[in-house]
């Protein structure tokens, strides 16, 4: 059945994706029927919430001409629904009081570039002609990323963690992982920082005329780290370009205008510092560089000063 629907969404394309949306959109708004109508039974209030409901609804009638109807509450069991988020919320705060705040905030993006989406796809199409496909694999990396953290410890021994996945208007999934850590694991020292973060352009190491196996295969691991920075974890820089898109939302404050709300370009620092308030300074050498574009396309020299913090 997944082969079919993967090979019926990428020969259909778009239109395909409009059927799915509106097969959706019909059973969601079954469900909403079903529960509009079981609500009504149980449905209660107060003459002053009442009061203020009904006022709300002639306030917002004479300026939208909107009729006055009748509303109902969607339940925890609803996903999207702002009982079911205040259920969620309810549930990670209770895991941070027991168990203590997050030590790691880790977001994993999926990449188009994947092998494992590049593969499957019909000629003359791209990943966006095929979510089936990019949700599938990104729903398997995560299982990896999270057998990574959870059984291999690769950030230390873990007390519990809790995550969301995001679309947004990108198109590509993301994931935002909160990691509480054990005692003695904690991120409270700057070698265990230093050894899982970095803030820098990764250096390739130089070998001789007849290197060993081990030298060439790190070097290559240099390599395609070093790569992957300037493709993914640069902050184009945006010094002077109002127009770039992390500095529009400046607001109407002269004082910030033309300022960087991502706080770009960062500090540069020899060593990793852990200041008073508990925020890291990471370690941004000076004296390194790659080529990359600026947030107007230009060709510029991009130093550590714009590298946004991975974990290699």
Sequence with gaps: VLQYEMQLGGISQRLSQFGIIDEFMRIKRSRNDYIREDMAEFRGSTPRHLSKHFLTLERHASKHSLNAGYS??????????IAWYNDMLD??????????????????????????????????????????????VF??????????????????KVAGFVYSIEFQKRGMPHLHLLIILKAGNKMDRVDRIDRHVWARIPEVDVIGPNPTMRERVVQEMQKRLRKDVKNFMLHAPCLGDNTA??????????????TCTKKFPKQLSEFTRIMP????????????????????????????????????
């Design 277 to 312: 308030d508990g925020t890291v300074m990471y370690r941004r050498p000076e004296g390194v560089g790659i080529q990359s574009k600026d947030s107007s396309k230009d060709t510029v020299m991009v130093t550590n000063e714009w590298v946004v913090p991975y974990s290699p």
């Design 91 to 136: 549930k990670a705060m209770v895991l941070l009081v027991k168990i203590g705040k997050p030590d790691i905030f880790l977001t994993y993006t999926g990449s188009q570039e994947w092998p494992e989406i590049m593969e499957n796809l019909f000629p003359n199409t791209n990943w966006q002609s095929n979510p089936l496909l990019v949700c599938t």
């Design 139 to 156: 729903y398997l990396k995560v299982q990896e990323v999270l057998d990574d953290v959870m059984n291999k410890e690769v950030f230390g």
């Design 72 to 81: 109902f509450r969607l339940p925890r069991t609803y996903p999207g629904s």
């Design 245 to 258: 898109y992390c500095q529009q939302h400046a607001g109407q404050d002269s004082t910030r205008y033309g």
